[in-house]
């Protein structure tokens, strides 16, 4: 059967607002359940992570999966707003061992801020929770969580992402405000 055009374009909308819908329901979540997640959550989490778009192609990102109850504990003494109880923990690091170091430094955070959005991002698709917490620029953090988790020189901390089974609701949002958006220079305001 042929569906009309204005058929085909009411369900290509409805299909992009379903997928827009998802960046408005990841919401910062701190409180878990203790349900482990499975090999193929966290494969699909790494997955979505490595298909972030990066400066010229060079994937500075590695990651270091944390499921262990003595090492999730030490992510915990470390990080001041990373208190969760929370059954995994994905460690996004920036790797400038590279030959090609110096374009590297310049574009690693982004990098790996993009592989760490589509993390949240498949989190939320998968129905689980995830929370953000940064350690780089601190250098005692980066020091501590090195050390932990023997991470060489050369490769940075970005951050400690805690996934799990959320253990509590929020309602989706976007935080949206007319007042940031400017039309063709910066003080001019874009009216919507």
Same mark, same amino acid.
């Given at each position: 059967?042929?569906?009309?055009?204005?058929?085909?374009s009411q369900i290509k909308q409805?299909? $992009? &607002?379903?997928?827009?819908?998802?960046?408005?329901? =990841? =919401?910062?979540?701190?409180?878990f359940t203790d349900q482990k997640?499975?090999?193929?959550?966290? !494969?699909?989490?790494?997955?979505?992570?490595?298909?972030?778009?990066?400066?010229?192609?060079?994937?500075?990102? *590695?990651?270091?999966?944390?499921?262990?109850?003595?090492?999730?504990?030490?992510? =915990?003494?470390?990080?001041?707003?990373? *208190? &969760?109880?929370?059954?995994?923990? $994905?460690?996004?690091?920036?790797?400038?061992?590279?030959?090609?170091?110096?374009? &590297?430094?310049?574009?690693?955070?982004?990098?790996?801020?993009?592989? !760490?959005?589509?993390?949240?991002?498949?989190?939320? !698709?998968?129905?689980?929770?995830?929370?953000?917490?940064?350690?780089?620029? $601190?250098g005692t953090l980066e020091k501590?969580?090195?050390?932990?988790?023997?991470?060489?020189?050369?490769?940075?901390?970005?951050?400690? $992402?805690?996934?799990?089974?959320?253990?509590?609701? *929020?309602?989706?949002? !976007?935080?949206?405000?007319?007042?940031?958006?400017?039309?063709?220079?910066?003080?001019?305001?874009?009216?919507?």
């Open positions: 059967m042929m569906l009309s055009n204005s058929w085909n409805a299909r $992009i &607002m379903n997928e827009v819908d998802w960046i408005f329901q =990841r =919401r910062s979540i701190r409180k997640l499975s090999t193929q959550q966290i !494969t699909t989490l790494l997955e979505a992570a490595m298909a972030a778009p990066s400066a010229m192609n060079m994937k500075p990102w *590695k990651f270091v999966v944390v499921q262990s109850t003595e090492q999730l504990a030490s992510l =915990r003494r470390i990080l001041p707003f990373g *208190k &969760m109880e929370a059954p995994c923990a $994905i460690v996004v690091c920036g790797d400038l061992r590279s030959a090609k170091r110096a374009v &590297m430094e310049r574009f690693w955070v982004q990098d790996c801020s993009a592989a !760490t959005q589509n993390i949240l991002l498949a989190a939320t !698709t998968l129905e689980l929770g995830s929370v953000w917490c940064g350690v780089h620029p $601190i501590a969580i090195r050390k932990v988790l023997e991470i060489p020189d050369g490769v940075i901390p970005l951050n400690v $992402i805690y996934v799990g089974y959320p253990a509590e609701a *929020k309602d989706a949002r !976007t935080q949206f405000t007319e007042e940031s958006v400017f039309a063709d220079r910066f003080d001019n305001p874009r009216k919507l």
